[in-house]
């Protein structure tokens, strides 16, 4: 609960601050747009990247959204944050140029659309995850690995949810899919990028392998 | 599985099954569910490891998977964004 009311209030704090910052920006003080964008480069750039897997896009859909964002930051309401509308636009785009490279993509064809129940892998223990094992390139390799593992659907949800931090509803305006969806799919994203980690990480450290059902 | 089905003191316990469990990890992680649900999910990790297992493994991967600044940024992106950005301020100007 307590928690819950420092983060409504830092929440705030945020909103305002940023009210105030576009306010600025929209008078004619372009250049404190850099100061909006800023804390955020990172996350834009690696939502476009975990949907467009190559840099080269990853890089010019996050220019193209950045700028799209500030020609209509006049339309930006303010109610939700800044980081928010700028990831779903973000998150468009990157779809936007996927379709259009028509790649029949396999991963497609892959993701099953019966997201009906899903089996973890069983472990005894979550310590037996040797994460303080792994240097931390190679949890970063891992854990690309794992993203990229996903089929499609399920990555963009768990980006946009689990690494941009933004809520269901927000994910499911980005994703133009509904709640429900976003939930059955945030479920099944989640344990499969689980899934896929620890049986990577731990298959090699310990040579066991999934179990079988 | 059903390990959790337990019989206390001559009541049966409305308790959920593993599968359940399973099906709500999502939503315990996002807190997106009711207080009941809440309670009967809780009952049921403490008194199954490999369900309590599962919820600590997701939990942590996604916490490893947050922080973004493991996953390294193209050198001079923030350079080549400021340069786009400039020639916009430009034009928005004239």
New interface residues.
């Given amino acids: 609960m307590q928690n819950t009311l420092v983060r409504e209030s830092e929440n705030d704090r945020i909103l305002e601050g940023e009210r105030e910052l576009i306010a600025e920006i929209l008078a004619?003080n372009?250049?404190r747009?850099?100061e909006l964008?800023?804390p955020i480069?990172?996350?834009v750039?690696?939502t476009a990247?975990a949907i467009l897997r190559t840099?080269a896009d990853a890089?010019e859909v996050?220019?193209e959204a950045?700028?799209k964002a500030?020609?209509g930051l006049r339309t930006f309401r303010g109610e939700a944050k800044f980081s928010s509308w700028l990831l779903s636009i973000v998150g468009n785009e990157a779809r936007m140029r996927l379709r259009r490279r028509r790649e029949v993509s396999l991963e497609l064809l892959k993701s099953p659309d019966n997201e009906g129940?899903?089996?973890?892998i069983?472990?005894?223990?979550?310590r037996e995850?040797p994460?303080e094992a792994l240097a931390?390139k190679e949890?970063?390799a891992r854990?690309?690995e794992?993203?990229a593992a996903l089929p499609e659907i399920y990555r963009e949800v768990?980006i946009l949810r689990?690494?941009d931090?933004l809520n269901?509803a927000e994910t499911s305006a980005a994703l133009e899919i509904t709640v429900p969806a976003v939930?059955t799919r945030?479920?099944r994203a989640?344990?499969m990028?689980?899934d896929y980690?620890?049986s990577r990480s731990w298959a090699r450290h310990t040579g066991l392998r999934k179990a079988q059902p | 599985m059903g390990q959790a089905h337990w019989i206390k003191k001559g009541t049966a316990m409305i308790t959920l099954s593993c599968e359940e469990v399973r099906r709500e990890i999502s939503n315990y992680l996002d807190d997106d569910m009711s207080p009941r649900m809440r309670r009967l999910l809780e009952v049921h990790l403490e008194q199954c490891r490999k369900c309590a297992v599962l919820l600590d493994s997701t939990h942590n991967v996604l916490v490893l998977l947050a922080d973004e600044h493991r996953f390294e940024m193209p050198a001079g992106f923030s350079f080549r964004m400021r340069h786009v950005l400039a020639k916009e301020f430009e034009k928005a100007k004239s």
């Avoid at chain 1, 129940?117 to 973890?120: L, S």
Wanted: net charge negative.
């Fill in positions: 004619g372009h250049e747009y850099y964008i800023a480069e990172r996350r750039y690696y990247y840099e890089e996050s220019q950045i700028l500030f020609r129940e899903y089996t973890p069983e472990l005894a223990e979550w995850i994460v931390q949890l970063a854990l690309e794992a993203l768990l689990d690494i931090e269901i939930k945030l479920l989640r344990l990028v689980r980690f620890v």
